[in-house]
């Protein structure tokens, strides 16, 4: 699969150097983009039209590169950041699957909730530190 995700990477570049029309999109106006997207997903999961959903689910993932490449030339996140973000909270949020451990759905769903509450708590106390920087 490397293969393939290098070469979406490669096409979704190709795509911002020669297409005018990228280049000129916003994160909020090519947000409307994906979200059309993933409305004719939900519609092709809903009608179980395999072929369909193959399709939006490749149409999904070309707009969800696409977007995180418009953040990273206009909000300045560089965008190996976010593949480290999910995986760093995803290692928070369900470290047991990188222990290689099996947990029960309750226990999961506890752990899961229980990460939730820290990072909000960590967001709120962050904010607070930096607003008392000012």
Known sequence: MDKEINALLDAVD?????????????PDS????????????????????????KEELGDVLWDVISLIKIIERDEKIAAKEIPKAVVDKFKRRKPY?????????????????KAKEEEKLNKTKKRAKEENAR
Not at 30 to 53: C, G, H, P, Q, W
Not at 97 to 113: C, D, M, N, P
């Open 14 to 26: 190709k795509n911002f150097k020669n297409c005018n029309w990228i280049k000129e999109q916003s």
């Open 30 to 53: 090519y947000l409307a983009e994906l979200e059309d997207e993933v409305r004719e997903l939900r519609e092709a999961i809903k009608n179980k039209d395999t072929e369909n959903i």
């Open 97 to 113: 699957i990188f222990e290689g451990k099996s947990v029960s759905i309750e226990e999961a769903s506890k752990i899961w909730q």
